[in-house]
């Protein structure tokens, strides 16, 4: 009984901390959130008084009632989880692989537990190997470790600044997460992000943009900064609900608010997870790079061959082929790894205009002059 009074105290502290997040929805037209109490309370005794089945209307089908909307209402604040429920972890580890000359991609799978000295790792020896631009991708999604996420941001934060806080509630001062070690990288950092990045993953994405770090691309996050608590209701359910906020160093949350992306581009998750799954332990170029398929050309015919006679072989007995079926392809990494592309390559072109415009004028007066002669030799 004290184990369920006391989640009973924090359902009721969550209810409490909707006012906010209730203001705004109502702001947005929803006609329940313009209702005073006194009318919530008149309409609950109408339906129970008038409705034609009132016999249904049960106080524990209000109370089932009033918890299902409460859930959805908090959407990803809270949740129920089946005890038996076994939820897929991915396995901790960091993607990483140069996709052009100098330009690293770094993708942590779960931020679980030991990715952070992975990922300190793998960027590490990216730095070694003369990267010059970098690439993380937080679009794997899942729920994660904070002191994971804080691992992380160690390899871009100077030693002795503050990261971020955690909140928890009922605490009066937050946790703090300060840098303890010197940065890795010092240069800026794109991230890949969308509606499925996780909590730490997000608080990552937060902290560098804070220190302007960071060029952001893909689709807004949904603010999902939060740590989760989870408690058994019975032998069958558990609740699972945030219990501690991530505050960045200026005290400011993107909790339900999100990181909006510099350049928004959105593709559907299904085939992000697609080709998320697809290449680990692989490579993430055939995602990104396209392939043209060998056509009949010049060369081929002065070697005598013909790179499409098996593919007009497979045809003709009905077999498809490779290209029948457009290629899975990640957009968002395409024009991010376009943008450092084109960056690196103007950067690097010393285009001497005034040497250039002194070049035109010389040019112009030497034709002049050669043609006075020409003019004087004529009758």
């Known amino acids: 009984m004290t184990r369920l009074n006391g989640i009973c105290c924090r359902i009721w502290l969550l209810m409490m901390g909707l006012t906010s997040a209730n203001r705004l929805q109502a702001e947005e037209g929803n006609p329940v959130d313009g209702l005073s109490q006194n009318a919530v ?83 590490k020896d990216v ?24 691992l992380m941001l160690q390899c871009f934060v100077p030693e002795g600044e503050v990261m971020f ?13 300060v840098s303890r070690g010197a940065p890795l990288w010092e240069g800026e950092v794109v991230i890949l992000m969308d509606r499925a990045t996780g909590n730490a993953a997000e608080t990552l ?24 608590t989870e408690l058994p209701l019975d032998e069958k359910m558990n609740l699972r609900y945030a219990s501690a906020e991530m505050l960045l160093p200026s005290d400011g949350s993107i909790f339900k608010k999100g990181l909006v992306p510099n350049f928004e581009l ?14 680990r332990g692989k490579s993430m170029k055939p995602f990104v790079m396209d392939q043209v398929r060998p056509r009949y050309n010049e060369a081929a015919l002065v070697h005598g061959g013909n790179p499409e006679l098996d593919d007009y072989v497979q045809k003709s007995s009905g077999k498809k082929l490779p290209s029948d079926e457009p290629p899975l392809r990640d957009e968002v990494l395409q024009r991010a790894l376009d943008l450092l592309t084109v960056e690196t390559i103007v950067a690097s072109a010393k285009i001497k205009w005034n040497e250039a415009e002194e ?21």
């Open 266 to 279: 959105k593709m559907h998750r299904g085939e992000v997870e697609r080709i998320i799954e697809k290449s």
């Open 165 to 177: 806080k955690l909140r928890q509630l009922g605490e009066g001062e937050a946790e703090l997460f």
């Open 205 to 228: 994405a937060a902290a560098l943009h804070e220190h302007g770090r960071v060029l952001l691309i893909g689709e807004k996050t949904q603010g999902s900064t939060v740590r989760y």
């Open 359 to 379: 070049r035109t004028d010389t040019t112009s007066v030497k034709t002049d002059n050669e043609a006075q002669p020409d003019q004087r030799d004529k009758p």
């Open 41 to 123: 309370q008149s309409a609950f005794q109408l339906l129970r008084r008038d409705y034609i089945r009132r016999e249904d209307l049960t106080f524990e089908e209000l109370n089932r009632a009033a918890l299902q909307g409460l859930l959805e209402r908090l959407d990803f604040g809270a949740d129920l989880v089946s005890v038996d429920e076994v939820e897929e972890k991915v396995k901790s580890g960091v993607h990483a692989e140069f996709l052009a000359p100098g330009v690293a991609y770094l993708r942590p799978e779960s931020f679980g537990e030991g990715e952070g000295e992975m990922f300190a790792a793998a960027l």
């Open 127 to 150: 730095v070694g190997k003369s990267a010059t631009r970098l690439i993380v991708d937080l679009r794997a999604g899942g729920v994660g470790l904070f002191e994971e996420a804080a």
